[in-house]
């Protein structure tokens, strides 16, 4: 007599036995990279906006203070958790140091030019930052640097001129800060210089490369910023102490949204393609014109949203193109 397997089937018997290919598990993966860096945008130019408010009543210097308490309490808090040196190495605590005074002299030149510019001119002319960083890295770490880069980079500067709108090119001017045509241009000179130090930081990011975590980068940004803002504070402005619940929260909101905006990117890089990934930073300016339109009533005039196209399509096309050249390596 012959006998036959027979399958038996139940409720319990589960409707797709077929494992996820690695294909479609990469895929997801990187989707899930995307979506953090665009969360990682919205968080950044949450805090922007939480600046620009915030700058109405209180010093630029103040505000990178109190964000540099919270990060670097969280920063600390993260390090704790992940069982890790909040100091880092010692043969790289030096380059940490310097990571960490670039970063903090571009983020305080960021936030000074938030409170005298529209929140998108301010973040546009920022945008810059992986420009100087393609010209840096020739300069410093040997990277390839070819015509291409340099015609994306000349580019830039057209379009930092149109969000600038100096007035011996375009005329007087509408809604410019208190310090009137001059202030402008300082404003956005103060931008391009942040951009320049935000490019120094992450080339020395580079350098140390996976010699730290990138949470005691987060701590060592912290540090300094709790140093080197107080001094800035006191000597270029007049601090005011906040004496309301809600200013105390502005705070708060503004060093919060900046620490979950660095882990997002941080993880974000690890997951997604880098050239999806690249583009993806392209939502910080789209978050705040969207901000600015919406919120702060800020409406960008022709110039400033030809110069903001310019700088986004130049500098993302630098960082694309940079990207075939490595991949071709």
């Keep these: 007599m012959n006998k036959q397997n027979i399958q038996i089937y139940s409720e319990s018997t589960p409707l797709i036995s077929k494992p996820i290919s690695p294909h479609v598990a990469l895929k997801k993966r990187e989707m899930t ?33 109190a964000r540099s308490i919270v990060q670097t309490f969280f920063g600390i808090l993260s390090c704790w958790i992940l069982n890790i040196n909040p100091l880092g190495e010692k043969g790289v605590r030096g380059w940490l140091f310097f990571r960490g005074l670039a970063g903090t002299l571009g983020l305080s030149l960021f936030y000074f030019s938030i409170t005298q510019l529209s929140l998108a001119d301010a973040t546009v002319v920022f945008f810059l930052g992986p420009a100087f960083t393609a010209i840096l890295a020739a300069v410093v770490l040997g990277e390839a640097f070819t015509l291409f880069d340099g015609v994306c980079a000349v580019s830039c500067m057209l379009g930092v ?40 930081a992450y080339v020395t990011v580079r350098k140390i490369g996976r010699g730290a975590h990138f949470m005691v980068h987060v701590v060592y940004f912290g540090l300094v910023s709790i140093v080197v803002s107080p001094i800035g504070m006191f000597l270029l402005q007049t601090p005011i102490v906040p004496n309301s619940l809600y200013d105390y929260g502005i705070f708060l909101g503004v060093g919060l949204t900046a ?3 660095q882990c997002l990117l941080n993880q974000g890089l690890q997951m997604a393609p880098a050239g999806p990934g690249t583009l993806m930073r392209m939502n910080d300016v789209v978050f705040a014109f969207i901000f600015g339109i919406f919120i702060l009533g800020e409406y960008p005039d022709v110039y400033s949203v030809s110069g903001a196209c310019i700088i986004v399509f130049m500098t993302s096309s630098m960082c694309i193109h940079k990207l075939r050249l490595h991949r071709k390596k």
């Design 33 to 65: 990279g995307l979506i953090y860096m665009t969360l990682s945008a919205l968080g950044f130019s949450t805090m922007s906006l939480l600046v620009k408010i915030s700058g109405t009543h209180y010093p630029s210097f103040e505000i990178v203070f």
């Design 259 to 261: 620490f979950i905006g």
């Design 161 to 200: 001129l149109l969000v600038s709108k100096p007035d011996f090119l375009f005329g007087n001017g509408k809604d410019l800060p208190e310090g009137g045509e001059v202030g402008r241009l300082f404003a956005v000179f103060c931008a391009l210089l942040g951009a320049m130090m935000s490019a120094v």
